[in-house]
């Protein structure tokens, strides 16, 4: 199992999403909650990657909802993080 700062390291190069405003939702976040997430939450949101971008864009930006509990969390949270909550 990889160290913490690898996967890490890992998770950060996969928020690169080739759009900068994707880039910068995704990795703002992270970088500001890296510190406070567990395995759990770290598993969620590495799945989250695993989703195309057109859903990430329209799940940030209230278009639809993610189908999982934990990434609708992670979302709200990405959301308010940015200031896109209502």
């Known amino acids: 199992m990889p160290s913490t700062e ?3 390291k890992r998770i950060q190069w996969r928020c690169r999403r080739g759009t900068r405003e994707l880039d ?8 500001a909650h890296a510190a406070a997430m567990d395995e759990t939450q770290f598993a969620a949101f590495d799945a ?3 989703q195309q971008d057109p859903e990430l ?5 209230a278009h639809a909802e993610p189908p999982r509990a934990d990434w609708r969390a992670i979302v709200a949270g990405i ?3 940015a200031g896109l909550a209502e």
């Open 24 to 31: 910068a939702l995704l990795g703002g976040w992270l970088d």
């Open 57 to 61: 864009w329209d799940w940030l930006m």
């Open 6 to 8: 690898a996967r890490l």
């Open 79 to 81: 959301r308010r993080h």
């Open 48 to 50: 989250l990657l695993d």
